[in-house]
């Protein structure tokens, strides 16, 4: 196992430098200059090619990509053009309010797609299985931006349990109540991405139920909770962990419209307003960040089949 880790690390880097170089060449082709878009409609020619100088932007692509590889291996992603900032600093400050949503979604996605999931195949063809298949349809066909202004509508305007918007750290003050800011946006997200980790957990969950071995254990009089929950869900559990796995970096990476409606200060916002400035330094750390996300996620899903699947083995 040690070996296949070091293995898979040690693949990390050069996919991400390939991640690198596609993400340099293709966000410049994106129409629009970043000086133009930083100076605005009333800027002369001259004020435009100024900037352009002083942001580097006029020297050759190759030259551009040279420096700018050079401050990577230094770990220096550069500055915001739009944010004024240091890229590394401006993403960590965006991180947190992602990572706590997308946890906090995590659950309620667990929440409504595991167990229901169990439900609906252990009562297959039944009232019970078409209300959750229902609820599952639902969840996939409603619109996340509409959903999350009717829990606001509900919640924060009607019954002014939770705030509208905006979010406060938790890391900085250490107050755990500013979870609250996080509740309805959570819900949102959580029922939106809930159906297909429900659907997946009741097929996964029928085709286990239709073995042999299920059929013995039954037979030798295991209790029925024990046959669903220990032979059953074990063996039924590695495609619910894939799906679940990268529907959390999902969770991270493109929370876009639910951050736009709830105004949280997240990564997913960021990418928005990144793009639509032009703003070069800032495309490339996130596209990196995401794509390191989703290879860390990856390997720890993949480690993971080997606690529950023991015939599974990384040599």
Partial sequence: MAAYITRRL?????????????????????????????????????????????????????????????????????????????????????????FLLALCSAVVVFCLGVPPGILAAVKRNTLIDQFLLMFALLGASIPS?????????????????FPTSGFSSVFQTGNLANFRYLVLPSLTLGFVNSALVARLTRSSMLE????????????????????????????????????????????????????SVFALPGVGRLVVESVLRRDYPTIQGL?????????????????????IDPRIRYD
């Fill in 287 to 307: 596209m990196i960040m995401i794509a390191f996300l989703y290879l860390i996620i990856n390997l720890i899903t993949d480690i993971t089949y080997a606690f």
């Fill in 10 to 98: 040690a693949a990390i880097l050069p996919t991400l430098f390939l991640v690198l170089i596609i993400v340099f060449f293709l966000i410049r082709l994106i129409p629009g200059d970043p000086a133009a878009v930083m100076l605005g409609p009333d800027a002369s020619p001259e004020d435009i090619e100024r900037l352009r100088h002083l942001m580097g932007l006029d020297q050759p692509l190759m030259v551009q990509f040279g420096r700018y590889l050079l401050r990577v291996f230094r770990g220096d992603f550069g500055m915001s053009i739009a944010f004024h900032m240091p890229v590394t600093k401006l993403i960590l400050q965006r991180l947190e309010t992602s």
């Fill in 145 to 161: 931006f509409w959903l999350g202004l009717m829990l606001m509508l509900a919640f924060a305007v009607k019954i002014p349990l």
């Fill in 208 to 259: 286990v139920l239709q073995e042999d071995y299920v059929r013995v254990a039954r037979s030798k009089g295991v209790r029925e909770s024990r046959v669903i929950l220990k032979h059953a869900l074990r063996n039924a559990a590695i495609p619910i962990v894939t799906v679940f796995s990268f529907t959390f970096a999902g969770l991270m990476s493109s929370a876009v419209v639910t951050e």
